[in-house]
């Protein structure tokens, strides 16, 4: 008992150490830093700048979508969230940093990272990329390629967080969530998921299995790795795997005001809208991903027959704040009422 409130004080103390002061940017500071800062002496103005003065204009219809996509967070994260919180070092591992162009791109595994880490680190690079098609996958989740936000002193975060572009790429979650199933689950080459979480899942949710099955963890239907993500158990043992884990616990979008909030669905067009913001709009091209991997409304309303209306439930519970926040509406084939 005694010991548990010691624990209790120190984990407190310790979120008191890390806590870090972010006011979100009113335009007048960021106009400061920016003319004093890093930009200066060049002819361009940040990609913050670029977003709110073209915004002054007659906004044209890409413009009107990102500005009410913006408000619609907002007024969601005020329904839906009681308290503010502060965002702590491990909040922004996710947050990845440009401080060539004044960027931070917050990456969700499944809603075509990949790509935009390439872009990422074409823009970082200073001239050593020119082409995001041409670095390789694995080349773009070498973790040390790129810099988060968590590398760098608490003045410098609040700095980036107030002057930095902040966008963020979302996806409708069930797509999401499929997509991650089939990636990890049903791809003979991804042994790691199927020994890390496979074999795990099928000890716990399969009635019966076989020794094999234990043993190699690469048989996980879909109906038993939801029935894994529901487990109340799963999430008091360790953090959900970032290809499962909720934009919302991954980005803290109500905490971190994203500047650009992109779609998976609408990929094309907002890609070429942030590049063009970034005033690289002609000199890189966002790598077009091949179609045929991509899963459609049909094949997600395929995975979802046959699972009990009480899990469905339980699911939607779960990734609720990701329809929320995002505008994505209650899937037609759920069954949840
Ligand atoms: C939210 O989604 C609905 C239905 O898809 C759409 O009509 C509406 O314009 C969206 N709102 C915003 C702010 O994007």
């Known amino acids: 008992m005694r010991k548990n409130k010691v624990m209790v004080l120190a984990t407190c103390l310790g979120s008191f150490i890390l806590v870090i002061f972010y006011f979100q940017s009113s335009l007048s500071t960021a106009e400061e830093h920016v ?15 670029a977003l709110y003065d073209s915004e002054q204009l007659e906004p044209s219809s890409i413009q009107a979508t990102h500005q009410k996509r913006r408000e619609l967070l907002a ?19 996710h947050l ?21 880490k390439r872009v990422m680190m074409v823009l970082t690079g200073q001239g050593k990329y020119t082409d995001p098609a041409l670095i390789p996958a694995n080349e773009a989740h070498i973790a ?7 590398e760098f002193s608490t003045p410098e975060i609040n700095y ?3 002057n930095y572009l902040k966008f963020i790429f979302v996806r409708e979650p069930f797509e999401r969530l499929v997509s991650a199933y089939r990636n990890k689950f049903t791809r003979t ?6 020994k890390r979480y496979g074999t795990k899942i099928i000890e716990r949710h399969r009635q019966d299995p076989s020794l094999e099955a234990l043993e190699r963890g690469d048989d996980v239907t879909f109906e038993e790795f939801l029935y894994y993500l529901v487990d109340p158990q799963t999430q008091r043992e360790e953090p959900f795997n970032e290809h499962w884990e909720r934009v919302h616990s ?8 994203y500047d650009v909030i992109g779609k998976y669905e609408t ?30 409304d049909g094949m997600t309303e395929q995975f979802f027959k046959g699972i009990n209306r009480f899990y469905q439930r339980r699911l939607f519970n779960l990734y609720k704040m990701d329809f929320l926040l995002f505008n994505y509406s209650i899937p037609y084939y759920l069954q949840i009422h």
């Open 96 to 116: 990845v940093v440009d401080d060539t162009h004044g960027l931070i791109y917050c990456y969700v595994p499944k809603v075509a990272c990949t790509n935009w």
């Open 35 to 49: 003319t004093a800062g890093i930009w200066k002496g060049k002819r361009r103005r940040s990609p913050l700048q």
């Open 189 to 194: 080459y991804n042994t790691a998921f199927h």
């Open 160 to 162: 980036r967080l107030r």
């Open 144 to 150: 040390s390629n790129l810099r988060t936000l968590t």
């Open 267 to 296: 990929l094309e067009d907002d890609a070429r809208y942030l590049l063009q913001l970034i005033g690289v709009g002609d000199s890189i091209k966002f790598p077009s991903s091949s179609k045929t991997t991509r899963t459609t």
């Open 250 to 257: 991954l980005c803290h979008p109500c905490i971190v005001q």
């Open 75 to 93: 007024s969601a994260c005020k329904t839906y969230t009681r308290k503010r919180r502060v965002l702590t070092a491990e909040d922004l591992k």
